[in-house]
Each structure stands twice: as structure tokens, then as C-alpha cells.
T-cell receptor
Framework: AQSVTQLDSQVPVFEEAPVELRCNYS??????LFWYVQYPNQGLQLLLK??????LVESINGFEAEFNKSQTSFHLRKPSVHISDTAEYFC?????????????FGQGTELSVKP | DVKVTQSSRYLVKRTGEKVFLECVQD?????MFWYRQDPGLGLRLIYF???????EKGDIPEGYSVSREKKERFSLILESASTNQTSMYLC?????????????FGAGTRLSVL
């Protein structure tokens, strides 16, 4: 069975500081990995994904994540955060054989960026 | 852009009422999903559907049913609403493995059961 653990429920950080949101997964088969972001009172939006190929993936707004197979991790990083990055972030795992394309989500990490 | 539309942003219902939550997607996706989101628990899958008239239970199906009569529409039904079903409900759609299992979400329906 697949599972996802987000190691921090809340991460407070000052504006322009670096941030890392941690995600570990378990799966016995090949995986797809995702980070979704949820701004207040909105649905989830895809931030970035790893399906295959390069283990380092980037988003258009400066976030990046690295697929580390040996450590079964997919941590999300940004070198300098903005107030507008305040949101909840969800890590998710799936795979090419998941029935119906199911995703397994972590419990979420609230990122709070303070001025 | 993929658009997933949930019919209501906010709903207030009374205990025992039958509640319908509607979700429509415009990308001809085979797969559709209903989740509930509660603080500290993340997203939990209620039901999903991988084809018209097909449905599968997720992790927490008790107290819910679903209907998918047309490909673009997936309805979540609370047969007799209870206060412990007060939550945020999120609908999603996906092309499945051909699309890397990427799911596209609606804006959510915040349901309060009094």
C-alpha cells in the first residue's frame, strides 16, 4: 500500500527566508509524486509533479522538489519566500497502476510567511 | 484550461436532510473523485468513478453515495445528513495514467450541518 507523511504540520517563516517542506512516501512500485497548493478558500492547484526523467522538478513560481528514491522523499524547497506563498501544501503519491488514477495525500503543511 | 465546477461554495443543511453536491468537468476526463477535507486529516477519498455508471468506494464511504449518469457530472449524495458530515468537500477529475494521474480540483463546497 502507498502512504505519504508530511513531517511538519505548520511551518512559520519570515519573508525572503528559505523554506523546506518535507514529504516522505512509501510504495512498493514505481511512483508519481505531486505537490499541490491550496490558497485560503480555494481548491487545490497542482504546483509541480514528478512522473519520470529528471529527479529535480521546478514550478513557475520558484519552488522546486527533488525525487530521492533511496530516501523515499520528495521535499519541496524555495530559496526565498513571499507573503503570497502563504497557503497549505499537500504532497501526494500515485502510480501507473493505481486504479482510477487514485492519489494518496499527506496531511498537509501550513506555510505561514510573515513580514 | 481544465475546469471543474462545484455547484455551491457554501451550504447549510439540517440534520436528516438529503443533500446533493454536484460537480461538472469540461475536459472529457474518465475519472472523477470526491474528497472531504478536515483540519489535520488532509484529504480523504470518499468515492471515485472511472467511467459512466461505475463507482468505487474510497476510504470513508459510510453515509455517502454517488451518481454518475453522464461522463461530465459526478454527484455526491448524503442520504441523511449528520453533524459529523460538516466539512469541506472537494471534487476532482483526471485523465488517469495517460495524463500522469494529475487531478484537477474544483473550488470546494463548505457544508455545515446543523
Amino acid at each position: 500500500a502507498q502512504s505519504v507523511t508530511q513531517l511538519d504540520s505548520q511551518v512559520p517563516v519570515f519573508e525572503e527566508a528559505p523554506v523546506e517542506l518535507r514529504c516522505n512516501y512509501s510504495s512498493s512500485v514505481s511512483v508519481y509524486l505531486f505537490w499541490y497548493v491550496q490558497y485560503p478558500n480555494q481548491g487545490l492547484q497542482l504546483l509541480l509533479k514528478y512522473l519520470s526523467g529528471s529527479t529535480l522538478v521546478e514550478s513557475i513560481n520558484g519552488f522546486e522538489a527533488e525525487f530521492n528514491k533511496s530516501q523515499t522523499s520528495f521535499h519541496l524547497r524555495k530559496p526565498s519566500v513571499h507573503i503570497s506563498d502563504t497557503a497549505e501544501y499537500f504532497c501526494a503519491v500515485s502510480g501507473p497502476y493505481n486504479q482510477g488514477g487514485k492519489l494518496i495525500f499527506g496531511q498537509g503543511t501550513e506555510l505561514s510567511v510573515k513580514p | 484550461d481544465v475546469k471543474v465546477t462545484q455547484s455551491s461554495r457554501y451550504l447549510v443543511k439540517r440534520t436528516g436532510e438529503k443533500v446533493f453536491l454536484e460537480c461538472v468537468q469540461d475536459m472529457d476526463h474518465e475519472n472523477m473523485f470526491w474528497y472531504r477535507q478536515d483540519p489535520g486529516l488532509g484529504l480523504r477519498l470518499i468515492y471515485f468513478s472511472y467511467d459512466v455508471k461505475m463507482k468505487e468506494k474510497g476510504d470513508i464511504p459510510e453515509g455517502y453515495s454517488v451518481s454518475r449518469e453522464k461522463k461530465e457530472r459526478f454527484s455526491l449524495i448524503l442520504e441523511s445528513a449528520s453533524t459529523n458530515q460538516t466539512s469541506m468537500y472537494l471534487c476532482a477529475s483526471s485523465l488517469g495514467a495517460l495524463g500522469g494521474n494529475i487531478q484537477y480540483f474544483g473550488a470546494g463546497t463548505r457544508l455545515s450541518v446543523l
